[in-house]
């Protein structure tokens, strides 16, 4: 398995105003469709991708947010059911990702040290769309040496990830 910037934000590690402004808004307007553009939040260093994904039509640029709270129950379950994962898996963690927070992804690894078959591969200046980063190359050429040879493969430590603060 090869997780890439992996969707783990779940409510146990979200502040609770964000959890309760979920409920209300999902128990209130099912409906509405945010657009996250005020947000802030820069998904990849690509400037030509995310132009390139803003004029695709069949990109969602608008998401119900029921959607955004079933999203939410699978990140739930992703977080709650990482350490049963007993499959070789290769984590991929961009350290400029702002859409997945460290909190919830240093939780996944720390779920999974139970298992010996995986490894954590960090990059830099990988932000959460690795795969659509300017360093894309980088990161397939990573999970083929991973793919190829799992023993002799070069990850990185949970402690450059510096989760303990």
Not at 46 to 62: F, G, R, T, Y
Not at 97 to 116: A, G, H, N, Y
Request: hydrophobic share 45%; net charge negative; glycine share 4%.
């Amino acid at each position: 398995i090869i997780l890439l910037a992996p969707a783990v934000w779940a409510r146990s590690t979200q502040p609770w105003y964000q959890r309760f402004a979920l409920f209300v808004a999902v128990h209130t307007f099912p409906g509405w469709k945010p657009t996250g553009e005020s947000l802030g939040v820069v998904a990849t260093d690509n400037v030509e991708a995310l132009i390139a994904m803003s004029q695709d039509p069949l990109v969602i640029k608008e998401t119900r947010i029921d959607a955004i709270y079933g999203l939410t129950n699978l990140m739930d379950l992703a977080l709650e059911n990482a350490s049963a994962i007993q499959t070789p898996a290769l984590v991929l963690y961009g350290l400029k990702d702002e859409v997945i927070p460290k909190t919830p992804t240093c939780e996944m690894l720390k779920r999974m040290e139970s298992q010996v078959n995986h490894q954590l591969k960090l990059y830099t200046n990988g932000y959460h769309m690795l795969s659509r980063d300017l360093q894309a190359a980088r990161v397939f050429k990573d999970m083929t040496a991973w793919m190829d040879d799992q023993n002799g493969f070069e990850s990185s430590s949970i402690e450059e990830l510096y989760c303990g603060q």
